[in-house]
């Protein structure tokens, strides 16, 4: 019988290319765009209009050619420091293209302050290293959309897919399953999952994902299915074959990925630590438990409301009038919503309904087609208009720019209770926009998906995600009623 890494190898008999042949290409490739954003950078910056800019003589290429190889060197060596090189990331274009703008922005501002600092002759110039990180960019994301489309073809896509095998089939099994289907590059092809015997072993159980057997047969299943990485979801099986599953992935080289469904929350920032020589695994502090990221935030937060009431105010100006003639009465609307650490606060917003919409009713979500909406009140729920001046939230400190969402306290009163983690996206301010908005989840929508947002959201924040989530409130607009 072929051991499991041989038949991983047969099945990828029609691929002639191995996948590390693929990663050398990328690297290759992210080189030559490197360079190409350098030259194009000098001939930029030297001979064209810009060169007017500056007290800089025009310089040739010969002069200029140090700086450009070794920043481009320097770049790719940024690039490789974000782990886009890697086989099992190649066809994870969105995280390659996040990790490959970042890494870009630190090698600007890396590559300007070092070669400042060691007065490399002759001068560099900020406006050149500025048009380096603008050139390298586009071409970089350029180049990787045609190399991951290329990637993505028939043939090729299989050799750099993760086969993947479940062990156990519970809740924590499905949301991952379903994490990896909203993959658009398809980087993962799920073979099923083995039942371990455990009470709660195929609850809940969906037959799109087949069961390929019990655990004892994941010694012959890693074989024929030519597995890649098993993904234990149910610790509660045997302890000796759990053991021996373990020793099995090592054996063959098959990635061993265990899902820590004891820690229902914040599981992102489980670690393992050493006391008194024991190994113990706990979860660590949040990013903004620190106070050095809670000011960062602070500061992006004061700033960027001052700049968004500065530019936003013509527009309040004017869906307020529009508001005051369709409907007469106050044009702005105070909603008591939760806050930091559940502390209420005032929510301002331009009014997008008829006066006393909640008379009849009581409060409740908006909806599709809201009888109660405005005719201008369903434009600026859709472009998120209505939402702007909780700028002056934000700059009071009730609010962040990015964050959960603040619910009302009346629609919310039971959730703590009924929905797991509930209070536990109260530990950073609300936000205008949040990682579930973006998603689509707003509103009249599934609470629980809701809360895994804002929980991944906690756990996995960065003043980089928050400009990324900004920049997606402008596109993404699902659910928004």
């Known amino acids: 019988m072929f051991h499991a890494l041989e038949a991983r190898r047969a099945w990828r008999e029609n691929e002639q290319l191995s996948p590390h042949f693929w990663v050398l290409v990328s690297i290759l490739g992210d080189l030559v765009m490197a360079v190409l954003a350098a030259y194009a950078a000098f001939w930029l910056r030297f001979h064209t209009?810009?060169?007017?800019?500056?007290?800089?003589?025009?310089?040739?290429?010969?002069?200029?050619?140090?700086?450009m190889a070794l920043g481009s060197l320097s770049l790719v060596l940024a690039l490789g420091w974000q782990g886009i090189y890697h086989k099992n990331v190649l066809l994870r274009s969105r995280w390659v293209s996040s990790k490959i703008a970042k890494g870009v922005l630190l090698w600007t501002a890396g590559f300007l302050a070092i070669t400042l600092a060691l007065k490399l002759e002759p001068s560099i110039s900020r406006v050149y290293v500025m048009l380096n990180g603008a050139t390298a960019l586009l071409l970089l994301l350029g180049w990787r959309a045609v190399f991951i489309s290329f990637l993505q073809a028939p043939g090729r896509i299989e050799a750099l897919q993760q086969r993947t095998l479940f062990v156990g089939w519970n809740a924590e099994a499905v949301a991952l399953w379903k994490t990896m289907k909203r993959?658009?590059?398809?980087?993962?092809?799920?073979?099923?999952?083995?039942?371990?015997?455990?009470?709660?072993?195929?609850?809940?159980?969906?037959?799109?994902?087949?069961?390929?057997?019990?655990?004892?047969?994941?010694?012959?299943?890693?074989?024929?299915?030519?597995?890649?990485?098993?993904?234990v979801a149910d610790l509660h099986g045997p302890r000796e074959q759990m053991i021996s599953l373990a020793n099995l992935c090592e054996r063959e080289m098959i990635q061993?990925?265990?899902?820590?469904?004891?820690?229902?929350?914040?599981?992102?920032?489980?670690?393992?630590?050493?006391?008194?020589?024991?190994?113990?695994?706990?979860?660590?502090?949040?990013?903004?438990?620190?106070?050095?990221?809670?000011?960062?935030?602070?500061?992006?937060?004061?700033?960027?409301?001052?700049?968004?009431?500065?530019?936003?105010a013509p527009i309040i100006a004017l869906f307020s009038a529009l508001v005051w003639l369709e409907s007469r009465g106050s044009v702005f609307y105070h909603q008591r919503r939760w806050g930091f650490n559940g502390v209420p606060f005032n929510i301002i917003k331009i009014r997008s309904m008829k006066l006393n919409a909640e008379a009849a009713k009581g409060a409740q979500w908006c909806v599709k087609d809201d009888p109660r909406r405005l005719k201008v009140g369903t434009f600026m729920r859709k472009w998120n208009i209505d939402e702007l001046p909780q700028f002056w939230n934000v700059l009071k400190g009730e609010m962040s720019l990015v964050g959960p969402r603040p619910e009302r306290p009346e629609l919310i009163a039971g959730f703590k209770h009924q929905i797991p983690h509930y209070n536990a996206r109260h530990h950073s301010k609300p936000g205008m926009t949040g990682w579930a908005q973006v998603n689509g989840l707003r509103g009249d929508t599934d609470l629980g998906e809701r809360i895994q947002c804002d929980l991944w959201y906690l756990e996995n924040w960065s003043l980089w995600l928050d400009f990324q989530i900004m920049m997606l409130t402008f596109f993404k607009r699902d659910n928004a009623y």
């Open 49 to 67: 209009i810009i060169r007017e800019f500056g007290n800089f003589d025009v310089m040739s290429f010969r002069q200029y050619g140090g700086h």
């Open 183 to 231: 993959d658009q590059t398809g980087s993962f092809d799920i073979m099923g999952w083995v039942r371990t015997g455990s009470a709660e072993d195929g609850s809940p159980v969906d037959e799109v994902v087949p069961c390929l057997g019990d655990l004892h047969e994941v010694e012959h299943l890693v074989t024929t299915h030519a597995v890649d990485m098993i993904v």
């Open 256 to 312: 061993f990925k265990v899902i820590p469904s004891y820690f229902r929350v914040f599981v992102s920032g489980l670690t393992l630590e050493t006391i008194a020589g024991t190994p113990v695994l706990g979860v660590t502090r949040l990013p903004l438990d620190d106070t050095l990221n809670v000011m960062t935030k602070r500061m992006v937060d004061v700033i960027g409301a001052t700049v968004g009431l500065v530019l936003s």
